[in-house]
């Protein structure tokens, strides 16, 4: 009985893979390989199909304003750490940690889909904090305006389903980048290959879903969008900060026809 069974083994082994019966193949068929991940991909994909346009629209954009003030919240609390042992904090100082600490409440709350009227309990003061600290220093004008904007994005998007928590973990590589402790430099190197391998990972999902582009788009243009109305105040036009602006614009238009194909449309029956 042993030997026969060598002798088949053998004889699969020294001929085709495809003259191989299917009980003694150790790999499967190419073909077979493509037709598993094409529908692991389709079955992922009909998962938007469940949901509106709108309801897809809003989980992307609102993860990518949170993403935009953990980045904020991080940096201030960069630079109270780094002032750790001066005498004591300007009124000024106070005012953003104050504003960057409600402003982080407020993300909180629209995160978890709680109504507008809790998100305004948050973004009023928030706000208060930010136009009393930003725009009467030239260089945080910028910054005041994408943050207040940022705010009136939150209390709109209020009121929703909670996203997912998966999209927590993107946001934490961002983060978790801004906090190893090293140096200023490495910190910048790190900070730009976690950024490339999040534009990367969402180019190659967008075939399957179209949010995480989104998301990383409106993340994209908040950073962008302080530096750049602070030069345009100052009349000075800056290419790359056009360039990162267009480039946003481009990546979120394309993102979001792609996000519009895969989510339920009426009249048009959703896969189960």
């Known amino acids: 009985m042993h030997s026969v069974t060598i002798s088949k083994l053998t004889t699969c082994r020294l001929s085709t893979y495809h003259d191989c019966p299917p009980c003694v193949r150790a790999w499967p068929l190419p073909r077979d390989i493509r037709g598993l991940i094409t529908g692991g991909l389709c079955a992922r994909a009909a998962l938007n199909r469940h949901r509106s346009t709108v309801a897809n629209l809003r989980e992307a954009v609102l993860v990518g304003v949170t993403a935009y003030f953990a980045f904020s919240v991080v940096g201030i609390a960069g630079f109270l750490l780094a002032s750790v042992g001066e005498p004591r904090f300007a009124p000024f100082d106070w005012l953003q940690v104050l504003g960057a600490v409600l402003t982080l409440a407020t993300a909180v709350t629209a995160w978890?889909?709680?109504?507008?009227?809790?998100?305004?309990?948050?973004?009023?003061?928030?706000?208060?904090?930010?136009?009393?600290?930003?725009?009467?220093?030239?260089?945080?004008?910028?910054?005041?305006?994408?943050?207040?904007?940022?705010?009136?994005?939150?209390?709109a998007l209020g009121d929703g389903e909670p996203p997912n928590p998966r999209w927590l973990r993107p946001i934490g590589a961002v983060v978790f980048a801004l906090l190893i402790p090293v140096s200023s430099?490495?910190?910048?190197?790190?900070?730009?290959?976690?950024?490339?391998?999040?534009?990367?990972?969402?180019?190659?999902?967008?075939?399957?879903?179209?949010?995480?582009?989104?998301?990383?788009?409106?993340?994209?243009?908040?950073?962008?969008?302080?530096?750049?109305?602070?030069?345009?105040?100052?009349?000075?036009?800056?290419?790359?900060?056009?360039?990162?602006?267009?480039?946003?614009?481009?990546?979120?238009?394309?993102?979001?026809?792609?996000?519009?194909?895969?989510?339920?449309?009426?009249?048009?029956?959703?896969?189960?």
């Not at 904090?129 to 994005?153: D, I, K, M, R």
């Open 185 to 272: 430099s490495e910190r910048a190197t790190l900070l730009v290959i976690c950024l490339l391998s999040l534009v990367i990972a969402s180019i190659v999902w967008l075939a399957v879903d179209g949010r995480p582009m989104i998301a990383f788009a409106v993340f994209l243009l908040a950073l962008s969008l302080p530096t750049t109305i602070d030069e345009f105040g100052a009349g000075m036009v800056s290419p790359v900060g056009v360039r990162v602006l267009g480039i946003s614009g481009a990546i979120a238009a394309l993102a979001v026809w792609r996000l519009r194909h895969q989510s339920a449309h009426p009249g048009r029956p959703t896969q189960t």
């Open 112 to 155: 978890a889909g709680a109504r507008r009227a809790v998100v305004l309990i948050f973004a009023i003061p928030a706000a208060g904090a930010v136009v009393l600290a930003g725009p009467w220093q030239f260089s945080l004008f910028g910054s005041a305006v994408t943050e207040l904007a940022c705010l009136a994005v939150l209390v």
